[in-house]
Structures are given as structure tokens and as C-alpha cells.
């Protein structure tokens, strides 16, 4: 089962998502397809930022919620969370709070973490990450 990260639901709205990405993504059925409330959050965040708010939004409601599961932040995430997090900063660690969130709902669920952007992951103990879309 896989967590999409924020980057790689973006890559399936652009004018020329990745070839890979899309082949991957028409071999699953949506009960192994993921992503988090976090992800949804800046989604939202980034089309309300933008002047084409309405129109990212819509590709969104149209092409990937409807296609993916979402998992809420809850209290064994946030337990996750602050265990990482302290870890993390024992070894002079730094990881992004929505990162370090979305690293602890994929360990939660035992999700394997689908990004471009592994580098942002590959620090945190026990996450299994892979790059479907080739950007890093």
C-alpha cells in the first residue's frame, strides 16, 4: 500500500505528468492508494496562493481525491510525530513538521511513501520511500 506525497499528486494535474508515474498509478486499485490529511492541506494551501485557485482546485476534486484514500492525523500519528521528532533532534537531525507528519502516517499505517522529493525522507528511521515521478 502506498502514501502519495504532496508533490507526486500534483505531477497527475500537470499538462505532462510523469509517463511512469501515470503506468504505476493505472495498476492499482484505489484500496492501496493513499495519501494524508497533511497532503490535502497543502494542496489547498498552494491553489489558494495562486490565481488560478478555482481551477486547481477542481483538477484536484476531479482527478485525484476521488482516486485516493485519506488518512487523518490522529493521536497515534502525533505520538509517532513527537518520538520521531525527538530522535531526530538527538542526532542533529532536521526534518520538516508536515514532512515529519507525513513520514508518521505512512509508518502508522505501514504505508510505503511514494515522492519526488526522497531526500526529505531518507533520514527517518523505519520509512520506506520510493520516487515514482524521477524529480529529486
Known amino acids: ?13 500537470k499538462r505532462n505528468p510523469s509517463p511512469v508515474l501515470l503506468e504505476k498509478l493505472g495498476n492499482l486499485p484505489k484500496k492501496l492508494q493513499f495519501t494524508s490529511a497533511i497532503n490535502v492541506g497543502e494542496i489547498y ?5 495562486s490565481n488560478r485557485k478555482d481551477q486547481i482546485i477542481n483538477a484536484f476534486k476531479e482527478r485525484v481525491f476521488p482516486k ?3 488518512i487523518a492525523f490522529d493521536e497515534t500519528g502525533g505520538k509517532l510525530f513527537g518520538k520521531l521528532k525527538a530522535e531526530l533532534e538527538k542526532q542533529s537531525l532536521v526534518c520538516s513538521e508536515p514532512d515529519l507528519r507525513i513520514a508518521s502516517i505512512a509508518l502508522q499505517h505501514d504505508l510505503k511513501l511514494i515522492t519526488g522529493n526522497t531526500k526529505h525522507f531518507i533520514k527517518i528511521p523505519g520509512l520506506s ?3 515514482w515521478i524521477g524529480e529529486d
Open 1 to 13: 500500500m502506498y502514501l502519495f506525497d504532496t508533490d507526486v499528486l500534483s505531477n497527475i494535474v
Open 45 to 49: 494551501y498552494g491553489a489558494n496562493r
Open 68 to 70: 485516493v484514500n485519506i
Open 129 to 131: 520511500v520510493e520516487n
